[in-house]
């Protein structure tokens, strides 16, 4: 069990360019998630994967994110324009196929809109 | 519209005693429980977690408790260390619906020696 892996770990980019974020989940682990936190908040849900089918998305926070899980495994969040008010720390999170399994966190990509 | 709410946002214990953080809840639907802890620049990493058919759950120090009749949950550390000292995030997953995890804002735990 390696853990969760997220690449990069910081990317510092500028209003209204386009960004990709990387997750590699758990190997074993079939459901993945992908969360934003902002300061002094907790988690916020974004939208989950089944395998490769995305379950819910319906959370994601605007037509400019989108993420793809193409293969079962790795998964890319990416956010098109990026504005000041996504600069926040993006968490990926994988599971086992069970409601009563506790998600495990990646150690976050903290993202920095200037 | 907060669903899950940790009312303090710090907490100071002295080491070797008993901490107890809070959590409540809104919504009614919520049936699994869990809590985690997080250091900074680290993701969340899960500590212990309750299904709503139970009202306790151990594991080592840590002790989780629900009262689904006031809505609210805690979790007890005996005794707190050093270690211990971190940001402790109350989450939650509703029956149904969206299959994500809902978080409160967390407090965070200094554990004084």
């Known amino acids: 069990d390696t853990g969760v892996s997220q690449d990069p770990r910081h990317k510092i980019t500028k209003r209204g360019q386009n960004v990709t974020f990387r997750c590699d989940p758990i190997?074993?682990?079939?459901?993945l998630y992908w969360y934003r936190q902002t300061l002094g908040q907790g988690p916020e849900f974004l939208t989950y994967?089944?395998?490769?089918?995305?379950?819910?998305k319906s959370r994601l926070l605007s037509d400019r994110f989108s993420a793809e899980r193409p293969k079962g495994s790795f998964s890319t969040l990416e956010i098109q324009r990026t504005e000041q008010g996504d600069s926040a720390m993006y968490l990926c999170a994988s599971s086992w196929n069970s409601r009563i399994s506790p998600l495990h966190f990646g150690n976050g990509t903290r993202l920095t809109v200037t | 519209d907060q669903q899950v709410k940790q009312n303090s946002p710090s907490l100071s214990v002295q080491e070797g005693r008993i901490s107890i953080l809070n959590c409540d809840y809104t919504?009614?639907?919520?049936?699994?429980f869990l809590w985690y802890k997080k250091y900074p620049a680290e993701g969340p990493t899960f500590l212990i977690s309750?299904?709503?058919?139970?009202d306790k759950n151990e594991d080592g120090r840590f002790t989780v408790f629900l009262n689904k009749s006031a809505k609210h949950l805690s979790l007890h550390i005996v005794p707190s260390q050093p270690g211990d000292s971190a940001v402790y995030f109350c989450a939650a997953r509703s029956g149904g619906g969206a299959d994500g995890l809902t978080f409160g804002k967390g407090t965070h735990l200094i554990i004084q020696p």
């Open positions: 919504n009614s639907m919520f049936d699994y």
């Open positions: 190997s074993e682990h079939n459901r």
């Open positions: 309750i299904s709503s058919i139970k």
């Open positions: 994967f089944q395998n490769e089918a995305q379950l819910e």
